[in-house]
């Protein structure tokens, strides 16, 4: 059993973090960089352009962050972006990670760019789950999205991670209507064979693309009518899962996962947390605020004014977003914080 400097007992074995509204959080999404490498038109049609400000953390602040977590019992970490392969230490940030007594699941979302020639050493480091960006099976589609001609590294990477067992594996497609959304007939016939899930992503309005949602959200819950209608049915949710509603078919041996956040009561099952690439803790994606962490990561000495922190701004996570009311929080683009 591993001690802090402090004394606090860090193997995880302490109840996962609650709030007011009796939710408990295991899970925490930590974000590595703002930078990505693509140009999604959902996203950063423009690019990603960098800001002035502090870096991002390093390795030891991270490794600090995750030990206080999971001093309070969060036992999976997701690592994020932008585009966390953009890191050149990320081999490094999964290894000690991974090696933080009580943290089982270490997790990444990444464009999947990098995967053929990185994904053996993540794994070697303690990768244990992999969610691929892929929001569409057609090669010019995908280009036309992305601005980026690299689906077939991707889809490369995808039959290495099942070579390599990696006990989960997804596809995250964002749900766009009158460009991907006729393409569930073709998801449906690439998961009856391979043994993956793929999260059909309701379009999310953020800061910067109003003009954008407008004109192609989709609700997902028209997608989910789609999939009972062709004989697909809901699975339980595990308590350390993600924010997507699963669905199986005896036919099929991969999944499909809808994420909705405009769903109603959509909040109700939240069980993650956010910080950001520069520290800063978020409560909710599209929150108002963030609480910064950076200033307690330098030094061990600060462990219990660091799980001081993050216990009591809990307190002030709320019920849910803002999203139906145009609320976006602080969030001007999805890379900024990782989704």
Known sequence: MAVARSGAVVDGSAP???????RRFPYLRLSLTEACNF???YCLPDGYHGQAGPGFLGVVEIQRLVR???????HKIRLTGGEPSLRKDLEQIIEVVAAVPGIRKVAITTNGTLLPRRLPGWHRAGLT???VSMDSLRRDRFHA????DRQPEILQGLQMAQALDIPSVKVNAVLLRGVNDDELPQWMDFLRERPVSVRFIELMRTGDNEAYFLQHHRRADEVITQLLEAGWSERPRYPDAGPAREFGHPGHRGTVGIIAPYARDFCSSCNRLRVTARGDLRLCLFGE??????????????FDALLARITTQLGLKAAGHGL???QTG???????IGG
């Not at 999205?145 to 980026?148: A, F, K, Y």
């Open 16 to 22: 996962a973090l609650g709030d007011s509204f009796g």
């Open 39 to 41: 140009s999604c038109s």
């Open 68 to 74: 206080g977590f999971a001093a309070l019992g969060m």
């Open 129 to 131: 789950a992999l969610n």
């Open 145 to 148: 999205l992305t601005g980026h």
């Open 289 to 302: 605020f963030g609480v910064p962490l950076r200033p307690l990561l330098q030094s061990d000495d600060d």
């Open 324 to 326: 139906h009311q145009g």
């Open 330 to 336: 602080l969030i001007p683009h999805l890379a900024s």
